[in-house]
């Protein structure tokens, strides 16, 4: 099994992932980090989620996600930890790179 975050770690993710937010863990769901894209339109913001779909398979790791037209939301999570996990933040890390791309 995974280990979740130490207390340090989560806090260290404001400098590490600056775009994302905490999530903390509520009524029946575990703690997560959460990440808003906004693109020019459906097209692009589709195949965003296409990029990061084949990033989260050679993972083995897969976000809870929506898309709205030009919008996507991507909460990442361990749910077999019942947390935040290093799994998550390398998740987050290869994200931020494909959107800087």
């Known amino acids: 099994m995974v280990a979740r975050l130490t207390d340090a770690e989560r806090a260290a993710l404001a400098v590490s992932l600056p ?13 997560a980090i959460r990440r808003r894209f906004a693109f020019a339109d459906f097209s692009a913001a589709f195949g965003f989620m296409a990029r990061v779909a084949l990033l989260a398979e050679q993972q083995g790791h897969h976000p809870d996600w929506s898309n709205v037209w030009n919008r996507v ?25 494909l959107d800087q791309a």
């Open 73 to 97: 939301e991507i909460t990442l999570s361990t749910h077999d930890a019942g947390g935040l996990t290093a799994q998550d933040v390398r998740l987050a890390q290869a994200i931020d790179r």
């Open 19 to 31: 775009r994302w937010t905490l999530v903390p863990a509520a009524a029946g769901q575990a703690d």
